[in-house]
């Protein structure tokens, strides 16, 4: 009758000793136990890499980290994971939801000069069959101006939920929408295909880049002005997956970015 109790004696001894071992050492050098097991097992064996692909993504992603070219080899996987994934689409998702909350609290003008300005690659369109191939690596290999633009041409990309929805959504409320993109204007009649195909059936403006035009945050800083003087337009919000969409003058009253993590636009 009192083997039991001497045994549960016995264990309670031997884990209280463990604890306290545990606790003398990691008081003598606080992180040794901080996911002690994921550096070593994490990756089926091996080690991680130094470098840290979600804090990477972070980085990007609040334009910390500027001027890359393309995504690191070592989190080449780790993006495809996250653009194929259930993470990608809720992260456009809560963008989006986000934005239409702000819109339908504003006060539109009624004369019809209220327009959300929308990017398109990788904002309302998305090219992730591109970005899938191995040629591409989801953004892992050089970029390839010439296999892009074959693609583009194809007009098979796809719509982003998220960003689709806000796009009714905001057809409803009342504004005008404007496509703002740094595609060339040579590819206008894909762009339209493509995008109504996929539901985007009606826009107030669609901007193409001229050729000769230059790119980022000068280009459509430019163009945006000239919405808003020009065009006597008001910019009551802006959503693009780059920082350079974003930036620069009249950017509007508001401004929504979607996550890219897998190439940079300055």
Not at 219 to 242: A, C, T, V
């Amino acid at each position: 009758m009192h083997a039991p109790a001497k045994a549960m004696d016995f264990s309670f001894t031997l884990l209280f000793v463990l604890i306290l071992t545990i606790a003398t050492t990691a008081a003598a050098s606080p992180n040794i136990y901080i996911h002690m097991l994921k550096p070593h097992y994490g990756s089926n064996g091996h080690k991680h890499s130094d470098l840290n692909c979600l804090s990477w993504r972070l980085a990007v992603e609040t334009n910390n980290l500027q001027n890359w070219t393309q995504v690191p080899q070592a989190c080449k996987d780790y993006v495809g994971h996250y653009m194929l994934g259930k993470q990608y689409r809720r992260d456009v998702d809560l963008v989006a939801a986000e934005a239409y909350k702000y819109a339908k609290g504003l006060n539109l003008t009624g004369d019809g000069n209220d327009v959300w300005v929308f990017d398109i690659d990788e904002t309302t369109l998305s090219n992730l069959p591109y970005y899938a191939r191995d040629t591409v690596a989801f953004g892992a290999m050089p970029l390839n101006e010439t296999a892009f633009n074959a693609w583009v041409e194809e007009a098979s990309s796809l719509a982003i939920p998220g960003s689709l929805k806000l796009y009714k959504q905001l057809i409803k409320l009342g504004f005008k929408i404007v496509f703002l993109t740094g595609v060339e204007e040579i590819y206008r009649e894909a762009r339209i295909k493509n995008l109504k195909a996929v539901g985007y059936t009606t826009w107030e403006k669609l901007i193409l880049r001229e050729a000769g035009e230059g790119g980022g945050v000068v280009y459509k800083s430019k163009k945006r002005k000239e919405l808003e003087e020009e065009g006597g337009y008001k910019i009551r919000g802006n959503m693009g997956d780059q920082w350079s969409d974003l930036l620069g003058s009249n950017a509007g009253d508001r401004t929504f970015k979607v996550p890219d993590p897998m190439y940079y636009i300055g």
